[in-house]
């Protein structure tokens, strides 16, 4: 679980970096002009990529939100076929305005899939605003201009900014309410949709220029191909319970984990108790307490959940007798600490009369583990049968101790 939130962190940090980077690029005209042609290409190719990923993926909210940026670029590259005219203040009034409050409509609905009611609603949504914006782009009139020029902010914040003072509160609402919301959240997909409203933000509010308005669509598109791609790999490789890496994860690890290492087989002693008598949602609790420990073992070691109540633990590089120690000092404090049990029968209202403090019910909770290291002609396949066979052995030995073969 530490891990998944130090990739968010990284994650997050990127797509920071991404757009400052983009905005110094623009400010001191970075890029030459003749490769916006390209850029514009290239928006095109990913954002088209970015919307078959998120339809294979089954992502209504990014499929809905990929169509705004989408939608507008197609009006930049083809304004002849779309207008009469486009008049660029009409542009730079609308399309924020458009890509602001359907962020903001899009991102408050659940994800319940592309293929399903919600999505066909999103979808539908999406299209009406885009419809609408259109509309408003048609017959934008001086009197629309005016009143969206209406002087809301103070002076100094008015300054800060190139568009209109009505966009500026709309487009930090939608900011504002999209990251507060995906605080709540761990999928990528959940992340990227702040940091995409926030890159075409750059070109709405500091950069109005259609150069920026593409290089800032072709990030926003990379970015929900990241989110999209890094969430299959979450799915295929970490545990949805307890948040450690899953077996195909260890899998590739033993693709590349060298001649030097040892492996043990971790099993939660007497776990089909816990399920029998408290039910599985407790089962599920002693699980993910475990696989937290093992997850902080010392010396390097790297917890996977191999399945059901085993977890795996490698050690690649390091001494046996310091991997014995680290072992043994993570099934130690799993013992010591024990597994405490919430009281289920609890009244819903406080009683009149405070009782007195019940002391909470703590169950034994141990694991055995069985370690086994690696030598000339066996496979990692083959190391981790002898650490299964050194497992039983501790089980038979009384459980809650380490053998290691």
């Given at each position: 679980m530490q891990r998944m939130k130090e990739v968010l962190y990284t994650f997050n940090?990127?797509?920071l970096g991404a757009i400052l980077l983009g905005f110094v690029a623009l400010y001191f005209e970075l890029i030459p002009a003749y490769m916006y042609y390209f850029l514009w290409q290239s928006t095109f190719v990913?954002?088209?990529l970015a919307l078959a990923l998120s339809v294979y993926f089954n992502k209504s909210k990014?499929?809905?939100?990929l169509l705004f940026p989408l939608f507008f670029n197609l009006i930049l590259a083809f304004p002849n076929t779309f207008f009469t005219k486009l008049s660029g203040t009409a542009f730079w009034h609308i399309v924020p305005l458009s890509c602001a409050i359907g962020y903001l409509l899009l991102y408050a609905l659940q994800e319940r899939g592309l293929f399903s009611a919600f999505g066909a609603l999103r979808t539908t949504i999406a299209i009406a605003i885009l419809g609408l914006s259109y509309a408003a782009l048609v017959y934008f009139s001086p009197a629309l201009q005016t009143a969206l020029n209406t002087t809301l902010l103070p002076s100094f914040l008015h300054q800060l900014t190139q568009t209109n003072d009505f966009t500026v509160i709309i487009v930090v609402i939608a900011l504002l309410f999209i990251f507060l919301v995906s605080l709540l959240f761990n999928a990528y997909t959940q992340k990227a949709p702040f940091w995409m409203?926030?890159?075409l933000c750059v070109s709405f509010l500091f950069r109005q220029e259609a150069h920026g308005f593409i290089l800032y669509s072709l990030l926003a598109s990379l970015i929900a191909i990241s989110a999209l791609v890094r969430d299959a790999y979450t799915m295929a490789y970490i545990d949805t319970l307890t948040g450690i890496p899953a077996r195909r994860a260890l899998e590739e690890r033993f693709l590349h984990i060298g001649s030097n290492y040892l492996l043990a087989m971790v099993d939660i002693d007497f776990?089909?108790?816990?399920?029998d008598t408290f039910g599985h949602d407790i089962g599920d609790e002693v699980l993910k307490m475990v696989a937290k420990e093992l997850s902080q073992v010392k010396n390097g070691g790297r917890a996977y959940r191999y399945g059901g109540e085993e977890f795996t633990i490698v050690f690649s590089g390091k001494k046996r007798e310091d991997c014995i120690m680290a072992l043994e000092e993570v099934r130690e404090r799993i013992f010591r600490r024990g597994f405490v049990i919430r009281d289920q029968n609890r009244p819903e209202q406080a009683p009149k009369k405070t009782p007195a403090p019940a002391k909470p019910k703590k169950e034994r909770l141990s694991v055995s583990i069985g370690?086994?290291?690696?030598?000339?002609?066996?496979t990692p396949?083959?190391?981790?049968k002898l650490a299964d066979d050194a497992l039983y052995k501790a089980k038979e030995s009384?459980?809650?101790?380490?053998?290691?073969?």
């Open positions: 940090a990127l797509c990913f954002l088209g990014l499929f809905a939100l409203l926030a890159a776990f089909k108790k816990f399920n370690a086994a290291q690696s030598f000339k002609g066996k396949h083959e190391i981790i009384g459980r809650n101790c380490l053998i290691c073969d």
